[in-house]
Each structure stands twice: as C-alpha cells, then as structure tokens.
C-alpha cells in the first residue's frame, strides 16, 4: 500500500509536505473568508466545494506533471510560446473586463488569466536560453539579448493591464540572469535602463492620471453614466489604468492616518486588512473567527494574508512564511543536484515565481507595499491560476525525480 502511494507521490518529499499543507490552509481559510460570497449566494457550501474541488484538480495536474521528463518540457515551450502571445493580444483588444482592468479570456464557459500562462511559458524559455549558452565562465553574452528579445514584448503585454504582475515576472528574470551568471555589466546596463524607463512611466501615470479618489469616486454609477464621454488619445489608452495605478502610488506615499482620522469608506481595503493584523495577537483568534472576512472585498483573495493572521495570530502568519521559504530552499537543494542546466534554472524559476509572488502579497497586506491586486499562490480563492501554480509545483518535483536519480547513480559508483 505503502509502495503505492509512493509511486503517485513521487519526487522531492519535502515539496509534498509544504504543498500539502499551503492546501490545507488555503481550503481553512478561504472557507472562513468567502463569507461576502456564501451571503450573496444563500448557499454556504457551493463557494468552499467549488475550492476543494479546484484544489483536487490542481494536485491531479501536479501528479501528471511530475510524471513528465524534462526534456518534453522543452519540446512545449514552442507551443505554449504560440498560445501566450494569442491570448495576450487577445485579452487586450477583446478581454473580460472587471473593475477597470481586463485581465480575463472567457472561453467555453472557463474564464483565466493569460498572464498566468505567459509568466511560466518565460521561465520555461529563459531556463533554456541560459542553459544552452552556459560557457566555462558563465552565460554567453548574447544569451542577455536572446532573453530580452522574448521578456521585454511579454512585460509590456502583461503591463498595460497588469503592471504588477509583469514587474514581478521581471524581478524573476533578472534573478535568473544572475544565477545564470550573465555578466554583470550587461544586467547593470539592464538595471539602470529600467530605472529610466520607470520614472518616465511614473512622470506619465502622474501626468495622464488623476486620483480616482477625488470629487469623482463620489459620483454614483447613473451619475457616471451621465457624464459626456470624450474620445481618449493614444497616451491616454495607452495609459488607460493610471487613474488606478495614480490613486495607489498616492495612497501609499501618503503618512499614515491615525485609527481616528481612518476613512473606513474611502480606503475599505487596506483599514480593515490593517484591523484585522492588530487585533490578532500572538495565537489568533482562531479558524473561522475572523470578523474582517466581512468587511474586506477580496479577503478570499489578494487580502487573505491579512485574514490568516487575523486567525491564525503572528505564529501562523511565520509559519505560512516559513512554508514559502522551504519552498525556495528545497528548489535550490534540487537545482544544485541537477546534472543538466536546464532542469536546473527551471526549479529555481518556477520557485522564484511562486515564492516572489507570494512576498508581493504579504507586503501588501501587512502594508509594506501598495495594493496590487496579486493573489497569494496556492492559497488565495482561484480557478485557473491555482491549477496552473500546482503545475508549477507538479514540473519541480519533475525536476526533483530526475535530481534524484542522478543521487542514485552517484551512490551506486561510490559503492562499486
């Protein structure tokens, strides 16, 4: 029975544990957090049973893709290349829109992020580029310029709807680049070109947009209705999110009011999530007991950081960072054990993606960044994206088999 379960389960054991218990939390929790959602729906069971059965499905494709050698996984990136750039484009000129972003393909009934897709099909392909060009002294020079060749045209489609999340992709990147060895002078070059870029596309958010905030934010929707509507110039399209990003740069630069001088109505967010960090404690108040989950919004989903330690106390917010950080350790432990480049980069990139993602989270809830809207991977309400996360989880353990064997190996020759 044992050896059964062990040859579904296979690979690294410690990934297992973490990965099974960041689902544990995540079915704990977003049930406790999806109370908005069981109270618009009168049914109290549909939202949860819909998230485990999410959850089932992600670990169903985490098992079938750990049973995939690395070397297909190059034979996909081609493919997955193809599809990233259709519906990238797709979702920028005919996207599911919420809110004022549109970040969704409805296809078939099924609605996803095609920034999910992208953010690993450039892993996969940077894992590639860097470990064919790795010389005695680190990467080719040109590896830098086959990266950028696919990274940059990503980051500018996922950006004009989702400027956090292709700034993420990038920090990934460049990490990789550095683990990679590419020289340092050309990531210089890299660093302080984009320093450039992004106080000039700070000076245009502030420029183009205004804080949504302002007298505006208080007209209703039939008032907004009302207004005339005004042909938008290129720059404005280009920048048609800068009222959002504008008001969140504002936001955050702005001193911190005192608990008196809060606007529980004008920044719902981040108080409440604020209420529920300080009234926790050390312990929480415990599983299901969090009083937040009903004021916050998105308490299910970019927010439930806040909830869980709301819950779970201070312990439980350092354990759920300490599981993340178990996570990246275990894929370098895997990645120096890789014979081949490849398999290498591809476990710390998709270990880099899951656990700088989760960061961006935490530092928004606590606080120490502005709202971004990133869910927190693994165990923030999702459809798609937590399926697609468990495929990242499925291809390191991938990657951990192999790493494995060649262990074997090792030990038979030193035995012999």
Known sequence: MNKKIGNIF????????????????SIVEVFSASSGLTYKSQNYVGPIAYHAFTI?????????????????????????????VVTLLWVLLAGTKVGDAGRWINLFGFTFQPSEIAKGTIVLAVAQILAAM??????????FKWILWILLPACLLIGLENLSTAAMLFAVVFLMMFIGQVPMKQLAKLAAVIIVIGVF??????????DISDEEKQLTKTEQLDQPKTKKNFVEKMFHRADTWKSRIMKFGKPKPTPQEYDLDKDAQVAHANIAIVSSGVIGKGPGQSTERDFLSQAFSDFIYAIIIEELGILGAFAVMFLYIVLLYRCARIASRCENNFPAFLAMGL?????????????????????????????????????????YIGAILSVSRSAKMKKAKENEVKIA
Request: hydrophobic letters at 55%; glycine letters at 8%.
């Open 134 to 143: 790795q010389r005695e002294n680190g990467a080719d020079k040109n590896a």
């Open 56 to 84: 089932l499905a992600g670990v169903v494709v985490a098992i079938i893709t750990l049973n995939i050698p690395c070397r297909y996984f190059k034979l996909m990136t081609p493919f997955l290349i193809l599809i990233s």
């Open 10 to 25: 296979k690979g690294d054991k410690v990934i297992w544990m973490v990965f099974f218990f960041l689902c544990m939390i």
């Open 201 to 210: 596309a700070l000076s245009m958010v502030m420029l183009v947009g205004h």
């Open 351 to 391: 270990g880099l993606l899951l656990v700088i993602q989760a960061t961006f989270n935490m530092m928004v809830a606590v606080g120490l960044a502005p709202v971004t809207g990133q869910p927190l991977p693994l165990i923030s309400k999702g459809g798609t994206s937590t399926i697609i996360n468990c495929a």
